[in-house]
């Protein structure tokens, strides 16, 4: 199976900041990377599909970049709606895989 | 409006089976895969497995935790798809999302998702 890391587990920022998450596969896995964003209680959102293709109304201030085996969320300009937990997925393969998630907290 | 909406969890002992349903409508049911997700009380998401459209003979995939336990199918029909688990254990205890796994120009990612159902395993 394809282990996917998430760095850092959790961060603290600021409303206006802007935000880097890593996600490293253990194998690559070409640009086959989606970033989801999850708040308390509530489903997944799809935000980010093939490493770096917005999806339909997400907000420009979220891109996703890289191929291989490395990847990064990033959020330009954090705003309140923001503070959320965010997961990395592999489609690549089966079984698809998730990161353990990286809870973006208010500072 | 495009929705999943998922039924069935519930409290269940250890051994015993149950069936979740996911319940689509706003979309053509039939022209998508659908895949289970689940997450365990304060952990991470852990994809449990998917059940291909019609057009790629509706196979399916599992994760090694539930092979052979669990077994998801669908009734184009109805726009219902099924997580039958049988065998549940305590560490099946989770939250259990459908989604809708949208497919781009080879890319899968999974674009709409359910409310989610909550499945107790417990004596």
């Known amino acids: 199976d394809i282990q996917m890391t998430q760095s850092p587990s959790s961060l603290s920022a600021s409303v206006g900041d802007r935000v880097t998450i890593t996600c490293r596969a253990s194998?690559?896995?070409?640009?086959?990377l989606n970033w989801y964003q999850q708040k308390p209680g509530k489903a997944p959102k799809f935000l980010i599909y093939?490493?770096?293709s917005l999806q339909s109304g997400v907000p420009s201030r979220f891109s996703g970049s890289g191929s291989g085996t490395d990847f990064t969320l990033t959020i330009s300009s954090l705003q309140p709606e923001d503070f959320a937990t965010y997961y990395c997925?592999?489609?690549?393969?089966?079984?698809?895989?998730f990161g353990q998630g990286t809870k973006v907290e208010i500072k | 409006e495009v929705q999943l909406v998922e039924s069935g969890g519930g409290l269940v002992q250890p051994g015993r089976s149950l069936r979740l349903s996911c319940t689509a409508s706003?979309?053509?049911?039939?022209?998508?895969?659908i895949s289970w997700v689940r997450q365990a009380p304060g952990k991470g998401l852990e994809w449990v497995g998917f059940i291909r459209s019609k057009a790629y003979r509706g196979t399916t995939e599992y994760a090694a935790s539930v092979k052979g336990r669990f077994t998801i199918s669908r009734d184009d029909s109805k726009s219902i798809a099924y997580l039958q688990m049988n065998s549940l254990k305590t560490e099946d205890t989770a939250v259990y999302y459908c989604t809708r796994d949208l497919h781009i120009s080879g890319y899968y990612g999974m674009d709409v998702w359910g409310q989610g159902t909550t499945v107790t395993v417990s004596s």
């Open positions: 194998q690559s896995i070409s640009s086959y």
């Open positions: 706003g979309f053509t049911f039939g022209d998508y895969a």
């Open positions: 093939a490493a770096s």
């Open positions: 997925q592999q489609s690549y393969n089966t079984p698809w895989t």
